[in-house]
């Protein structure tokens, strides 16, 4: 079971980033494929969220209008993009998997209730 999350680094104020997440040793078709992060000093925030199974994407309702989260599914493979980048977007973002993949929002809401995740990529965003 991996997530690999790569497309971090820094970024500009105002600027852009899109982040991809590969999915190997389960079932893909199963699952939702969530992103998260989590900040220095605060706790996990909840993002986006795919399921794979319905194609339904569920978004944190503060990052709405910035964030799209969208799968390859021939590639395993999960990618989230966000404008509009402000310092508070530096943070480490991880990719997650649950089974849950009708509770998108409850995921959005409880990040730490994936089920594995993966090691996270660091964003900075800074000029």
Same mark, same amino acid.
């Given at each position: 079971? #991996?997530?690999?999350?790569?497309?971090?680094?820094?970024? #500009?104020?105002?600027?852009?980033?899109?982040?991809?997440?590969?999915?190997?040793?389960?079932?893909?078709?199963?699952?939702?494929?969530?992103?998260?992060? #989590?900040?220095?000093?605060?706790?996990?925030?909840?993002?986006?969220?795919?399921?794979?199974?319905?194609?339904?994407?569920?978004?944190?309702?503060?990052?709405?209008?910035?964030?799209?989260?969208?799968?390859?599914?021939?590639?395993?493979?999960?990618?989230?993009?966000?404008?509009?980048?402000?310092?508070?977007?530096?943070?480490?973002?991880?990719?997650?998997?649950?089974?849950?993949?009708?509770?998108?929002?409850?995921?959005?809401?409880?990040?730490?209730?994936?089920?594995?995740?993966? #090691?996270?990529?660091?964003?900075?965003?800074?000029?």
């Amino acid at each position: 079971v #991996q997530l690999v999350e790569s497309g971090g680094g820094l970024a #500009q104020p105002g600027g852009s980033l899109k982040l991809s997440c590969e999915a190997s040793g389960f079932t893909f078709e199963n699952y939702a494929i969530g992103w998260f992060r #989590q900040a220095p000093g605060k706790e996990p925030e909840g993002v986006a969220c795919i399921s794979i199974v319905d194609g339904r994407t569920y978004y944190e309702d503060d990052l709405r209008d910035r964030v799209t989260i969208y799968s390859d599914n021939d590639k395993k493979t999960v990618y989230v993009e966000m404008k509009r980048l402000t310092p508070e977007d530096t943070a480490v973002y991880y990719c997650a998997a649950s089974t849950l993949w009708r509770l998108g929002n409850y995921l959005i809401a409880n990040p730490t209730e994936y089920d594995f995740r993966g #090691q996270g990529t660091s964003v900075t965003v800074s000029s």
